[in-house]
């Protein structure tokens, strides 16, 4: 398989347009194209509330398709003017919102790198959790979180056991998510095991 077929997910496979069938879409103008010839192998698991710790609100989704209002919330101005998006983001009760492209370049990890290579938005995934640190994820996160990883393996499989981190692994001392009420044994056991 090359570089080329690892980037386009099997026709008829739920992924064969780069958008999940069971997500609702939310199209951000945050993405770009990856680098050619880069195959997708790494899945990075992220948590987000906007406000912080504050769930349920329009807080993310306005983030990442640039419509924040500053006069929101104090905490919004200093994040307003922030271009970042994320592949996929699971709220508290499991819904599943996309708004970029698996195929293409969300602008989720920052400057990061793994397995001596920069820049993992070049060659990665990444999916929020809404939450925080110090929040235990639900139930039906884990379920939905599962479920989709499930699905993006086999579309992208490069993607395997010791390929999905945290922001954390991939930046540490500048991030700390999904953080210590993320269960990776459970997540991975489900999944690998």
């Known amino acids: 398989m090359t570089d080329e077929t690892m980037n386009k997910p099997m026709p008829d496979h739920p992924l064969s347009r780069g958008w999940l069938t069971a997500a609702r879409p ?10 050619p010839g880069m195959p997708v192998d790494l899945l990075v698991i992220h948590n987000i509330s906007l406000p912080p710790g504050d769930f349920g609100g329009p807080g993310i989704a306005q983030l990442f398709l640039n419509q924040l209002d500053p006069a929101q919330h104090p905490f919004f101005a200093t994040i307003a003017d922030l271009r970042v998006s994320a592949h996929l983001l699971i709220r508290r009760d499991g819904e599943l919102i996309q708004f970029v492209d698996l195929r293409a370049r969300a602008w989720h990890a920052g400057a990061s790198a793994f397995g001596g290579r920069a820049d993992c938005n070049d060659f990665s995934i990444g999916i929020e959790l809404e939450g925080t640190d110090e929040t235990p994820f639900t139930d039906a996160q884990y379920a939905r979180l599962i479920g989709v990883t499930e699905v993006i393996l086999r579309g992208f499989p490069g993607i395997g056991p010791g390929r999905v981190v945290g922001h954390e692994h991939i930046a540490p001392g500048r991030k700390t998510d999904p953080g210590p009420c993320f269960d990776w044994a459970r997540y991975l056991d489900s999944v690998f095991g």
């Open 26 to 35: 939310c199209p951000s103008p945050n993405h770009n194209e990856r680098p």
